[in-house]
């Protein structure tokens, strides 16, 4: 079994047929994306985690859905969501 591998904020997504001069840091990212860099089979599968709370909620700009890169870096962190800190289930098992 390999290792699991390390994503960071800064992350470049190099599709097949551009050039690595024109990948830009991402910043927002689309179903497809998010589920390639996740390694996930499907993108209902994101969708579905994003509804249990296993993912940020994501963004609607210019009617597509995109979710903000640095927040699935900090949920998969442990940072998880500001809502979080006002559940007293989830302060309890953190012991706060």
């Not at 470049?12 to 927002?28: C, I, K, M, T």
């Not at 993912?55 to 998880?80: D, F, H, I, N, Q």
């Amino acid at each position: 079994m390999s290792a699991p591998r390390a994503i960071a904020p800064d992350v470049q997504l190099v599709r097949p047929g551009r050039r690595a001069e024109d990948v830009r840091l991402l910043e927002y990212v689309s179903a497809a994306t998010l589920c390639d860099l996740l390694d996930l089979r499907s993108e209902s599968t994101i969708y579905d985690r994003a509804k249990r709370g296993l993912l940020p909620k994501p963004y609607t700009m210019s009617g597509l859905t995109r979710w903000k890169w640095s927040e699935v870096v900090a949920m998969m962190e442990g940072a998880g969501t500001p809502e979080d800190e006002d559940d007293p289930i989830l302060k309890a098992s953190r012991g706060r």
